[in-house]
């Protein structure tokens, strides 16, 4: 028997069909739910996606026909098993371009992948002195494992500022990045603000100091195309649950030189070649880094939420969500007391609308928009340095996925229009 | 416009009234305690200064910045405590808090108006912007000084 995903997401190759905004919302039960009795407009995205049947269906398939551990056995599910985890593994190579599926880490999500890359990669390479770049604006996935470094080896962690329009200040990157950088650790693109970084000028800066490069991609692989090859990076983090997958399952890529040049991260089942009472020797890449039983079921689940993805094709998820951030940038521009923060370009950010309405505080923007059915994040999104340059306590973000439509956007800019009214602010 | 009544339970209109106005907001002269409270996931702060004579409370204030049920409830929480002695104002805590638990008027003194804040009880993400005040209260009677915060996780996702 063959064991690949069942659904039309398999035939990534074959010839695409047109962005078929209905049919892509009938693929997501949760979208056809009421919120006290008025439907529900999900646009808490950069938080977590929603999920299509393909994916709950193979869940569902996984649990129900082939259920067993991974590499371990001689049996028939086990063989099967481990066929579904390793197919999902070459899906996911081939969607971001990496020439070898063994380069595939699979992780509990971002912040693991990281978390990854200072333990096993930061220990065994950098020293008192050597300095990491990052930049202002990151999430704390990509800050904090950089300061326990700091504070455990003496590494310096150095930060690219963000101008006021949310950008980073790229004059200052050229200066930051010199011989004593070895890494550079940096977001794709900002979940607070949506900011797209520009990592074509970035990467070129770092390579030329013979520095390595770690993209957190846990918003931009979800929502563009991402070469690993093209972009000539080092390392590449995301996270499953972002891009239409289960949560509990992220992706650390590395170059194959460098992963195999790395410590094992956890020690135990899966990741030795051979233990005796004295020592161990480690397994090859990737088994050194999945020590353990992996997630299987979520990692086979991430296989078909790729399926899905390569479908509908990434440059047409990003051109949907480039129109969709432009409508809702004029649009919500045009709402009374509303302040948008970040790039005022749609080219320039990604399905991320980062705002502030005057008078009332995000918690009860958020609080007000909940009784509408509209679901938004309302807090500092894990990038308090972002907060505090922008010298705001917390924003309200609505950020897009393939699903959602102009006329959501005007049901939150209207939203928003009642949440101004209610509390006084505006007649 | 219509926002529904789930809503109007939460925003009673005396609650707006202590956001958009709220009373005891000028810097006392000479304090004889004071708090800090926040809640960092949410961006709700307090500062509270009080100024204790023989066991009453003579002056009480409060500044920062935060959310409506943040504000208004630390408002409210002056306006109670003001010409109170400080072991009231300790009863008038503990009613407070056990009116977010069981969603009931505690039946006490004064507390008419602070009883508008009852419907919070139903959302369970803003009772910690409703307790933040009286909390930072009863740390600063306490003369600890110091932080006080009433999230109980201390790590956001996004």
């Known amino acids: 028997m063959t064991l690949t995903a069942q659904n039309s997401g398999n035939s990534a190759s074959n010839a695409r069909l047109p962005y078929d905004i209905n049919r892509i919302r009938r693929d997501f039960p949760i979208l056809k739910r009421d919120i006290g009795g008025v439907p529900l407009v999900y646009l808490d995205n950069a938080a977590t996606s929603q999920k299509p ?28 098993a481990t066929e579904l985890y390793e197919g999902a593994r070459s899906k996911i190579a081939a969607f971001i371009g990496a020439s070898d599926p063994h380069e595939i880490i699979f992780t509990r999500g971002t912040t693991e992948s990281i978390n990854l890359v200072a333990h ?39 930060y690219i500022p963000m101008l006021p329009d949310g950008t980073l200040d790229l004059q200052v990157a050229r200066s930051l990045i010199g011989p004593k950088t070895k890494l550079l650790s940096i977001t794709a693109m ?30 931009s692989v979800p929502h563009m195309a991402v070469d690993v090859q093209a972009l000539g990076i080092d390392f590449l983090a995301f996270s499953g649950h972002k ?38 020797t480690w397994a090859d890449v990737p088994a050194k880094f999945e020590a353990g039983t992996p997630n299987i079921a979520d990692a086979i689940g991430l296989g078909a939420a790729v399926d899905y993805l390569s479908a509908l094709g990434m440059d047409e998820v990003r051109r949907h969500e480039i129109e969709i951030t432009d409508y809702a940038l004029r649009r919500l521009g045009d709402v009374p007391g509303v302040t948008i923060f970040g790039p005022m370009d749609a080219q320039q950010r990604g399905g991320v609308v980062s705002f502030e309405l005057e008078g009332v505080h995000p918690h009860d923007v958020g609080q007000v928009l909940d009784t509408k059915g509209v679901a938004i994040r309302t807090g500092h999104h894990c990038a308090q340095p972002v907060m505090a340059a922008l010298d705001v306590p917390a924003t309200a973000r609505a950020s897009f996925y393939i699903y959602n439509t102009t006329a959501e956007v005007d049901a939150l800019a209207s939203a928003l229009e009642a949440a101004s009214a209610f509390f006084g602010v505006r007649a | ?18 956001y958009r106005q709220p009373r005891n907001h000028n810097p006392l002269d000479a304090p004889t305690c004071s708090a800090d409270g926040s ?10 200064e009080v100024s204790v004579a023989g066991d009453r409370i003579v002056g009480i204030s409060f500044s920062g910045r935060g959310c409506s049920i943040s504000q208004a409830s630390t408002s409210m929480m002056t306006e109670y405590v003001k010409g109170r002695s400080a072991e009231d ?14 969603a009931e008027s505690p039946g006490i003194e004064g507390f008419d108006d602070i009883e508008a804040l009852i419907g919070v009880a139903k959302f369970p993400a803003r009772v910690k912007c409703a307790s933040l005040g009286w909390k930072t209260l009863e740390q600063a009677l306490a003369g600890e000084g110091g932080a006080v915060t009433t999230d109980e996780r201390s790590v956001e996702h996004a």
């Open chain 1, 120 to 158: 096993s990669w930061g220990r065994k390479h950098l020293q008192a002195g050597d300095e990491v770049v990052v930049s202002e604006i990151e999430h704390h996935s990509n800050i904090v494992p950089w300061q326990m470094l700091r504070d455990e080896r003496g590494i310096v962690l150095k």
């Open chain 2, 1 to 18: 416009m219509t926002t529904g009544s789930l809503l109007d339970d939460l925003y009673r209109e005396i609650l707006l009234d202590h």
């Open chain 1, 53 to 80: 049947v393909q994916v709950i269906a193979e869940l569902t398939r996984f649990y129900r026909d082939h259920n067993a551990n991974v590499h371990r056995g001689v049996h028939t599910l086990s063989v099967e």
């Open chain 2, 89 to 102: 104002a300790r009863k008038g805590i503990d009613a407070f808090q056990q009116m977010m638990v069981t």
């Open chain 2, 39 to 48: 809640n960092p996931l949410c961006g709700d702060q307090v500062r509270i």
């Open chain 1, 190 to 219: 900002s979940n607070a603000l949506g900011t797209i970084v520009p990592l074509q000028e970035l990467i070129p800066l770092a390579k030329a100091q013979g520095a390595l490069v770690l993209v957190d991609g846990a918003q």
């Open chain 1, 243 to 280: 891009m239409l997958g289960p949560t509990g399952i992220g992706v650390l890529w590395g170059r194959m030189p460098v992963l195999e040049s790395m410590d094992p991260f956890m020690g135990g089942g899966d990741m030795i070649l051979n233990v005796t009472m004295e020592q161990s």
